[in-house]
């Protein structure tokens, strides 16, 4: 069985540990999170390459995977899984750790080290602008009522995935991210849709990796040259030849290596 933990406010939140590195080192810790309808097994090619040299924690953010979904009556937003992973850190033993959000996982990596700095040693951020209230993710939500979330995902797919994506991966995409429960994946964008952080950015002090497709056609791609305008210090890497939004699930060698690059 995963192991879970209890969030502030009693939410049952599930994570993984992965640790290969030699017995006698003291590795630092890498947490991931994993971007909206997605889980810690979206991290399933990153893994290998990372764990030989860190203690590499996933989180399932709260309403994702095995962690607890938060019900229609109940409280959900930002602050909880920021509050959320914070916790996490608390639970291994871990004062700060180098953080990678992909997506909506990013936006939690963000405010963690906008609200929490100290907690974070590196930020790397992946197809993840400072909120989703500029894009045109609100408009998804119609759609998914009227069809349901796996044919909406299959109907977009294009602007997630290219020509040259591995086609068992694109099927394995569809069922996976489309066997989240559509009320609360609606839920959960249209409160991203209400975000805009953009100008605290200028708080994040940390070393920083901005990664993004050159084209991207979900979020808003000139957000990625302002991010790195405001973050001071900060390092962008943009994909040009890429025009879709799910970079680290189809590109996952060359995202990873891009990573390890950063934190060398």
């Known amino acids: 069985m995963n192991p879970t933990f209890h969030s502030g406010d009693g939410f049952e939140i599930a994570y993984y540990v992965d ?20 889980s810690s097994q979206r991290w399933f090619r990153w893994v290998p390459k990372l764990a030989r040299r860190f203690r590499v924690v996933r989180m399932d953010l709260r309403g994702h995977g095995n962690s607890q979904k938060p019900a229609p009556d109940q409280p959900f937003s930002l602050d909880q899984l920021v509050g959320d992973a914070a916790r996490l ?59 349901g979330l796996k044919q909406f995902l299959a109907d977009t797919i294009h602007e997630r995935f290219d020509a ?6 694109v ?30 950015l200028r708080r994040i002090r940390c070393p920083t990796l901005i990664v993004a497709a050159g084209k991207e056609p979900i979020g808003d791609a000139s957000a990625y040259k302002r991010m790195h305008e405001r973050i001071q210090g900060s390092r ?19 995202c990873a290596d891009d990573l390890l690059r950063f934190l060398a």
């Not at 040259?164 to 991966?169: E, G, H, R």
């Open 19 to 38: 640790d290969f590195t030699d017995p006698w080192t003291k590795p630092e810790t890498l947490l991931l999170l994993h971007a909206a309808m997605g």
């Open 89 to 147: 850190l608390d639970v291994i033993g871990c004062t700060s750790a180098h953080l990678v959000g992909n997506s909506a996982g990013g936006y939690v990596a963000q405010q963690l080290a906008i609200h929490h700095g100290s907690r974070v040693k590196t930020l790397a951020l992946y197809g993840a602008t400072p909120g989703l209230k500029h894009s045109q993710a609100h408009t998804w939500i119609p759609r998914v009522e009227q069809i």
């Open 164 to 169: 040259k994506a591995d086609p068992q991966l």
């Open 171 to 200: 099927r394995w995409f569809i069922e996976q991210a489309g066997s989240n429960d559509p009320a609360f994946i609606g839920r959960f964008v249209l409160h991203m849709c209400t975000h805009d952080f953009m100008e605290d």
């Open 236 to 254: 962008l890497v943009q994909y040009d030849d890429v025009a879709i939004h799910n970079i680290c699930d189809e590109y996952p060698d060359r």
